[in-house]
């Protein structure tokens, strides 16, 4: 395991210590460094807030600053934030519209998430939206059903818009919630990781191996198959994508080819294009992209695509400026 | 060798028309797909050009937009642009003011882009910087001394913001040559690429060793040593830089850290909480910041750090909006 760290149980805290000068001009330390906040909050809008374990960077804290999220809480790796952390993001963070908490489909993040809510509803107004994208996670039968992963971004993104745009806490939800229902991911490894703290790997592949349907915690995926060339990993990705996508008419697509941590800007262009191709060829015209290492699980040689349908509206939201340390335009 | 490739043959093209299509915003192909070149040229300012070996993307082609580059041309992997393709992106570039052609220090590179001047010289103003960031390089002895790596996105941005500024050629090239002689970069592997046409890889390391000083084109470095702590390795780093660099009153420093491709996020902000600790320790102040994947050796697990030195008015430029693929702010 060759990383660039000191220890693992100083690794986190050192990173997000690196981020958080690095973006100093967006973001600042909470109290107790529990959470991480925009520098500048403003008053009277839905504060948007996400969390989840570390090892994901840059998401959530790169994805705090106008016009997306408020304030992020990272927990140990692979590991959710405590209510402790969530409700000191909360505080700092609600400057009296309540707070929208975005949440990844997890038992961890979904408990530590609803217990913040229940120890803090009293003095706030609270809301949670849950992601669950990943396609595959859903097929083990096992816990909550399908995983928050890389469709996260776009749920923050279109939020973060329209929070900024001052839509109030039950509209929010209601927003989240319906987008939710319409974006989808699937990811594929070419090798698994190694948690720093445990020293042992999620799952091993041989040279000639990939694993297809892998989750952002190193969760193995549905089948060991022969590693294979780009076209093959990435019809077999969008062809499960696009089977399980409602294509509805109206409805304009957003596709994201996301890199999971070792993988390279050009592979990951190399995938989006045939990913791209095979899904307009599947009658279906991408209007909007995103290419780069956005969700990562930790150091993993692999990608997720994700496909996003969404309304004139909700275009108009992914379009709106954003300026944070990951995501940024126009 | 697990990439995410179809044939050897084709990959560079995939790869680039995959970007071309993600950031059809910025950017269009060039006639016969020789270069990429801004969507928007704006007449009567100096074009800006670059290109090298493909292997590095982002950089040149993440780097064409407005406040930066006019044009890129992309080689085979590592492998210099050919003459033809400089042409082109000259003559599609210059709106009449000339162009300013901003070369990394390989012999291939700036035979290429020399005999291009060479050729197109009788019908545009023409003129070229030469880019020599790399420490390490310089001490194998053999060719044209340091090459140029990770620092070249620093003089691309801030000549790029003084172009659109409306800055005359012969003033870009020197403000282009002072800046050189002020930035120093150094790199370190933690293992060796493969590329993908010969399937070699550059140099083999063993489980417990790292390459100190690598290139991006895979080039060993100065020495290979025990894979040690982040702190280690990075006040190594660290303190040949600034042994080399000189720091005179009123200069301002810009601190990168770049991933050359295999290192996640979280990773690249840990060492660049160290790096900038050593040097705000040695007595220099950072005031300016960059982290990410910005400059690759194809999937190589590593980084670099890049330190330059900076006057008021170059710092100006850094900040100047810039609207690209890879880098775009305010």
């Known amino acids: 395991m060759k990383k660039f760290m000191n220890t693992a149980e100083t690794m986190v805290a050192e990173s997000v210590e690196g981020f958080v000068r690095a973006h100093e001009a967006f973001v600042v330390f909470g109290t107790e460094r529990k959470c991480i906040r925009r520098r500048d909050l403003t008053s009277g809008k ?37 209510p402790s952390q969530i ?26 998430f609803e217990m913040a809510i229940e120890m803090a509803g009293d003095r706030h107004s609270l809301d949670m939206v849950v992601v669950s994208d990943d396609i595959e996670t859903s097929r083990t039968g096992e816990g909550r059903g399908r995983r928050g992963v890389a469709g996260t971004l776009i749920v923050e993104k279109i939020l973060g818009a329209a929070a900024e ?35 042992r790997t999620t799952f091993t592949l041989g040279p000639d191996e990939m694993e297809m349907g892998v989750g952002i915690h190193g969760e193995p995926g549905h089948a060991r198959q022969p590693f294979a060339a780009a076209d093959t990993i990435i019809a077999h990705l969008c062809e499960t994508i696009t089977s399980d996508i409602a294509v509805t008419p109206g409805m304009r697509a957003l596709l994201f080819v996301n890199g999971l941590g070792g993988t390279p800007p050009a592979e990951l262009y190399l995938a989006y294009n045939g990913a791209r191709r095979f899904i307009e060829e599947r009658g279906i015209p991408i209007e909007r992209s995103l290419v780069g290492t956005y969700v ?9 695509v994700t496909l996003a349908m969404l309304t004139d509206e909700e275009i108009a939201l992914w379009d709106a400026p954003v300026a944070t340390a990951a995501l940024r335009w126009p």
């Open 296 to 304: 990562t699980s930790l150091d993993m040689q692999g990608l997720s």
């Open 87 to 112: 409700i000191a993001a909360i505080e700092e963070a609600d400057t009296g519209a309540g707070c929208l908490l975005v949440v990844k489909n997890y038992d961890g993040d979904l408990m530590n």
């Open 165 to 199: 745009g001052g839509m109030p806490l039950a509209e929010l939800k209601r927003l989240g919630e319906g987008l939710n229902t319409r974006i989808r991911s699937m990811g594929v490894a070419l090798n698994g990781v190694t948690v720093p703290q445990t020293e």
């Open 46 to 82: 839905v504060a948007l807030i996400s969390g989840g374990g570390a090892g994901h960077e840059p998401m959530h804290i790169g994805f705090v600053g106008q016009g997306m999220l408020d304030a992020a809480c990272v927990g140990h790796i692979f590991t959710s934030p405590t």
